[in-house]
């Protein structure tokens, strides 16, 4: 489905074209001024659809109403299917309108809005969740009723959304007070158990990291990596964290199983072998058919994992799949002026994977003889095809998810050189095919993730391009989304919002340390350390520990805090591993005061379900490791010993400067010379300085 407002990619004079016959064709709602192309896709709906504000609340206090709160994101199947079925049909937005507000929240705009009532699902139907997520909330904002995607009529047993809707007006018009009173309990309840401070004693130990990845390597699938059946997501901070224990205690059991995962995942259909990069995830336990979007936060934390798993094994399939995530990310999702978008759509023409998909009558055409028998034995493309979509009612038919089916094939040189070339011609094909829109949004935090990744790549590969990308995207969110005092989330189409959430404050402490520690400029530590005073006034939880989601505000009834991992990492795990890092730079014991007490408010979580906070344990590895770092002091020749920092997986190494706002010892080491020197230190210790790089990597690797 086609983006159809300012921040959506066009991808052609025709779609152009009928964006436009469309636009004055159907009457908007209220969503018609938003940014957001999620909002945007649901403008002209039949629905009243009401952003999120005060306009929707107040009238719905006025006229005493329900509201419907329906919470997606612009690439979501599921979202796109509900649309279809059931917020274009008349006879449904015809019931809305009449008994109910409708309210329409981008998720990826406010998570700290999606948090609260996602939560309340899961706190009321005990556990699941996704999305769309529609709860049905008094004029107060607070729940009562809710669920996930529902199907327009009854079937199965399964109530449809005309029945659900009829349903809660019934029970609205004929006892209102007991359903208010029924909110009310529930928000209470919430607010008792997530409001509470917990008071948690005990630091997390070696033991307790040890236990907690054999806990993951007893649940994990050891046939096709990763963890769980269908559908299955790439879990990057629970094989991270997997890597890091390999690290410190030599199990060789856990660096294979991250090795497994990262073969069966590169070789599936959901790394997208012509373009690069990964789709969200897949719809079986193999990872051969994805839902075809691609989001921004998971090319940032799969390009790091790849990165790790080729400074391991030096395996060259590892690199050429790092390079193709970067590659993708600064080819086709950077804004002009340096922002990454956020997203791109699983459907193109109104088809999922249509623009990503192949069928054998496709390469027929496009191929010479030699090159369609090696290319279909490669991609493993048949006649009837491998994926159809169930949830189209006009699938399309015979489609194939291209995946390295015979990833042992040992191909001749005359082979390797015919795939190459059908490849090339695939390329270049797929290229001229209309595109999934492209969800324009700037998202503060997952440039953040982005930032600091290819920060990171452009030394491990390096590949310069990539660090400066890295650079250009900082200087974006800095011109864009900071006013000097405060970071603002979301940009697009020239407009800022309104909101502070913590993940961007904290995810782009990580992106702007991440720059320093690839180029030792004094500039991205400082605004690291400003980013850290504001996060820690804005979100952070004094008492208890931790960070809340969003800044404090009207709008939100409950103000909670993300305790476990879901598509990234919880805010407190990032804010504790970037605390981390500026306590061992700046040597202020004030951010570690703020690392001790979030991992020890965590530590209870991860001891009875480590699944939950892999990053959290991985802060907690770093916290108990060495604190190593390698000081690299004069100007002279930085450059060769900053590369060879990055050339050794060393998951615990900081690399830093001796200017700035760094820690008054690392401040007092000295040039070689008038040269470059780096100190290996731990604490106020350090071994004898070296000059050379060749040196230098010598030493971390003993």
């Known amino acids: 489905m086609q983006s159809e407002g300012q921040c959506s990619e066009k991808t052609s004079k025709e779609n152009a074209d009928d964006a436009v016959v469309d636009t004055t064709a159907k009457k908007q709602n209220h969503l018609a001024g938003e940014k957001s192309p999620y909002l945007i896709q649901h403008a002209r709906n039949p629905v009243e659809w009401y952003p999120w504000g005060e306009a929707a609340f107040a009238r719905a206090r006025r006229e005493n109403k329900p509201i419907l709160l329906s919470i997606g994101y612009s690439t979501c199947h599921w979202c796109h299917v509900m ?288 090159e369609l028998a090696v290319a279909t034995e490669w991609f493993g493309v048949s006649e009837e095809g491998n994926f159809i979509d169930h949830s189209d009612p006009e699938p399309l038919m015979n489609l194939n998810v291209i995946h390295i089916a015979k990833p042992d094939w040992d191909l001749s040189p005359r082979q390797s050189e015919v795939l190459q070339s059908a490849i090339k011609k695939m390329r270049k094909a797929r290229s001229e095919r209309v595109p999934a829109a492209t969800d324009r949004k700037v998202l503060a935090d997952w440039n953040g993730m982005m930032i600091a990744s290819l920060a990171r790549a452009g030394h491990v590969l390096g590949q310069v391009a990539y660090l400066e990308a890295a650079v250009k995207a900082h200087a974006f969110i800095r011109t864009e989304l900071w006013d000097g005092a405060l970071l603002y989330h979301r940009w697009c189409d020239g407009e800022r919002d309104s909101s ?127 604190h190593a770092r390698i000081v690299v002091a004069g100007a002279e020749g930085k450059e060769a010993l900053i590369e060879a920092c990055y050339q050794v997986f060393a998951p615990g190494l900081i690399c830093m400067g001796n200017e700035g706002e760094v820690d008054q010892f690392s401040a007092s080491l000295q040039a070689l010379d008038g040269k470059s020197a780096a100190y290996y230190c731990s604490g106020q210790t350090c071994r004898k300085p070296v000059s050379s790089a060749k040196s230098l990597l010598e030493l971390l690797n003993n």
């Not at 856990?254 to 995962?261: C, I």
């Open 83 to 370: 649309e279809r079925e059931s917020f274009k049909d008349e006879e449904v937005a015809q019931y809305l309108n009449e008994h109910f507000i409708s309210i329409k929240v981008d998720r990826e705009e406010r998570p700290d809005v999606d948090k609260i009532y996602m939560t309340a699902y899961q706190a009321m139907y005990q556990g699941g969740g996704g999305w769309p997520l529609n709860m049905f909330l008094t004029p107060e904002l607070k729940p009562f009723s809710g669920g996930t995607y529902f199907p327009p009529h009854d079937q199965q047993g399964r109530a449809g959304f005309t029945t659900v809707l009829k349903t809660i007006h019934a029970a609205w018009r004929e006892q209102g007070n007991e359903v208010q009173s029924s909110a009310e309990q529930i928000h209470q309840k919430m607010q008792r158990v997530f409001e509470q401070v917990k008071v948690v004693e005990g630091q997390l130990q070696v033991d307790d990291l040890n236990l907690a990845a054999s806990k993951l390597a007893a649940e994990a699938d050891h046939q096709f990596g990763g963890w769980g059946g269908a559908p299955k997501f790439p879990q990057v901070s629970h094989l991270r964290f997997l890597l890091r224990h390999w690290h410190r205690t030599g199990d060789l059991p856990s660096r294979d199983h991250v090795l497994l995962t990262c073969n069966k995942m590169m070789e599936a259909g959901i790394h997208d072998q012509l373009a690069g990069g990964f789709h969200r995830y897949a719809v079986d336990e193999r990872w051969l058919v994805p839902h075809f979007e691609k989001m921004l936060y998971d090319q940032a934390q799969l390009l790091e994992l790849y990165l790790d798993v080729w400074l391991v094994t030096k395996d060259p399939r590892y690199r050429q799949v790092a390079t193709g995530i970067a590659d993708y990310v600064t080819g086709e999702m950077q804004h002009d002026g340096g922002g990454f978008y956020s997203a791109q759509d699983a459907q193109s023409e109104g088809k999922e994977g249509k623009c990503f998909c192949w069928t054998l009558g496709q390469m027929t055409k496009l191929l010479d003889r030699r």
């Open 500 to 626: 502070q959430q913590a993940s961007s404050y904290l995810q782009m402490m990580a992106g702007s340390l991440g720059l320093y520690q690839a180029t030792l400029d004094a500039q991205y530590l400082g605004f690291a350390i400003v980013l850290a005073e504001g996060a820690r006034r804005i979100f952070y939880d004094e008492l208890g520990g931790g960070f809340y989601v969003g800044a404090e505000r009207p709008d939100l009834v409950l103000r909670l805090k993300d305790d476990f991992d879901g598509a990234t990492p919880t805010a407190s795990s990032v804010g504790a591993m970037e605390f981390l890092k500026l306590a061992e730079i700046t040597g202020r014991e004030d951010f570690r005061e703020v690392v001790d007490k979030t991992i020890t408010v965590s530590s209870e979580t991860i001891k009875n379900s480590p699944y939950a906070m892999a990053w959290m344990m991985s802060v907690a590895d770093m916290q108990l490791g060495e």
